[in-house]
């Protein structure tokens, strides 16, 4: 069983407001992701990280912005929530090895926003 | 443009029947093959992983396939139950970057009537 978790499961919310949603693993990876999905659609990588300091924008455009000042904290950031943020955002977790291509990527439950 | 098709988009069978779900990529340099189970609402739990040298592998009732030359992948599911239903997502990571890249498929919505 993974153990990556985040935080809330589901969140309204009203428009403009700041919100943070919290993603914690304790597997001691150094990647960390998070993945946007909207239903019936597949997930789309919006930010990653290979370790402390670390961040970079995935292929999605996103206005969230993400930290990474522990390995096992990868927090996720609007600052003005807007309806178009409606949406499920997974956070993910694997290895970082010399290979990296072949380790397994863990998800959390997911976080489903509702921006009013 | 490296892409995963699913097929079909959903699947309707009754308990005890077996079914097949597939993947077609183009997602090159191909690294690895994965099949994810993604309940209602939650987020993806892997079922099997395969590299390119591999033809097919086995998770309890679920058998995985590749065709890395043909670029396509099959999902089987024996004696279905009804905790079988849930989405089904092929997830394809490449060599191209230091990331090793995820190509997500849209998943096969698959639902299992008693």
Not at chain 1, 102 to 109: I, K, L, P, R, Y
Not at chain 2, 16 to 29: A, E, F, I, R
Not at chain 2, 44 to 61: A, C, D, Q, Y
Not at chain 2, 81 to 104: E, H, K, P
Request: hydrophobic content about 30%; glycine content about 6%; charged content about 20%.
């Amino acid at each position: 069983e993974a153990d990556i978790y985040q935080t809330p499961r589901y969140l309204v919310i009203g428009t403009g407001k700041k919100i943070t949603l919290e993603c914690s693993q304790t597997m001691g990876h150094d990647k960390m992701y998070w993945y946007q999905q909207d239903p019936g659609m597949e997930l789309h990588l919006i930010h990653y990280s290979y370790g402390v300091n670390s961040t970079e924008k995935g292929d999605l455009s996103s206005e969230s912005t993400v930290s990474r000042i522990r390995t096992e904290h990868f927090p996720l950031t609007l600052e003005s929530a807007r309806p178009s943020h409606t949406s499920q955002y997974l956070c993910a977790s694997s290895e970082l090895t010399s290979h990296f291509l072949d380790t397994e990527a863990f998800f959390g439950q997911g976080t489903r926003l509702t921006v009013v | 443009k490296n892409q995963v098709e699913q097929s079909p988009q959903s699947l309707i069978i009754l308990e005890g029947k077996n079914c097949t779900l597939q993947c077609n990529y183009t997602v090159s340099p191909f690294s690895n093959l994965r099949w994810y189970k993604q309940d209602t609402g939650r987020g993806p739990v892997s079922l099997t992983i395969m590299t390119f040298s591999e033809n097919t592998k086995s998770n309890g009732r679920y058998t995985a396939t590749l065709d890395a030359d043909t670029k396509q992948s099959s999902l089987h599911i024996t004696a279905s139950q009804l905790s079988d239903s849930a989405s089904y997502i092929c997830v394809v990571s490449d060599r191209g970057s230091t990331l090793g890249r995820l190509y997500f498929g849209r998943g096969t919505q698959l639902t299992v009537w008693p």
